[in-house]
């Protein structure tokens, strides 16, 4: 069974510290995403990577990191959490659109909660 | 601006009943997908159903459909004969490629659909 998974499904924090999300992918998908997901304002995306040691902002990159030194690894890092950093996450994997047919589809993990204090 | 649009925050429908989610999209690319994913209360994101730009019939996937209007830009997705299994949260999302030619989604806020008896 091909499988998205994240290491915490909670944590509580405090303010001001570092914080890490870590998610493994077994699919060996080139492309994987940090999506950060609030009431009322749907999935936005933090980051992603469509290789190894590359990544790229996506719609709110502001006072998150991320970290991609092996291909089924993508580490989401908040160096110094803040209140406003309170929501849910979401890490998605995808292959490259046309490959074998492929549509792009996003594979997600579970999610990680995570409060800051 | 937005690129995902979806009006209704919640729908109600009965047991039984079909139930239409809009979903309207902004693109200047004449290739792209559009998705519906399913979020029930335990938090997983479950894919649904694709269509994709240049597909000519709607897409169906059991009691989903997508219909798809291109000159409207709208994709909404039907749900016939709801279960009470259906009350969830539902996600429409558009692929689209960035400048650095990796294809990322882009999601709307949701529709919180509830199945009563």
């Known amino acids: 069974d091909v499988k998205v998974t994240q290491s915490s499904r909670y944590l509580v924090k405090r303010t001001g510290e570092k914080v890490f999300l870590e998610c493994v992918q077994d699919m060996d998908h080139e492309n994987m995403f940090w999506y950060r997901q609030d009431p009322g304002l749907g999935l936005r995306l933090i980051y992603f990577s469509y290789d190894v040691k590359m990544k790229e902002k996506g719609d709110i990159p502001e006072g998150y990191s991320v970290s991609r030194e092996k291909k089924e690894r993508f580490s989401l890092i908040l160096e110094s959490a803040s209140t406003n950093q309170t929501s849910m996450y979401l890490c998605a994997s995808s292959t490259w659109f046309g490959d074998t047919g492929d549509t792009g589809e996003l594979f997600f993990g579970e999610g990680s909660r995570l409060t800051v204090l | 601006a937005q690129k995902i649009t979806q009006t209704q925050p919640g729908m109600f429908v009965q047991e039984k009943e079909a139930v239409t989610l809009d979903c309207t999209y902004d693109?200047?690319?004449?290739?792209?997908?559009l998705f519906w994913y399913k979020q029930p209360s335990s938090g997983e994101m479950i894919f649904l159903i694709y269509q994709g730009s240049y597909d000519e019939q709607n897409a169906t996937e059991g009691r989903y459909s997508l219909n798809f209007q291109k000159a409207r830009k709208s994709a909404n997705l039907v749900i016939s004969a709801s279960q009470l299994g259906d009350s969830a949260m539902y996600f429409c999302?558009?692929?689209?490629?960035?400048?650095?030619?990796?294809?990322?989604?882009?999601f709307g806020t949701g529709t919180r659909l509830q199945v009563f008896p």
């Open positions: 693109t200047s690319d004449q290739s792209y997908g």
């Open positions: 999302a558009m692929r689209e490629r960035d400048g650095y030619n990796t294809d990322k989604l882009i």
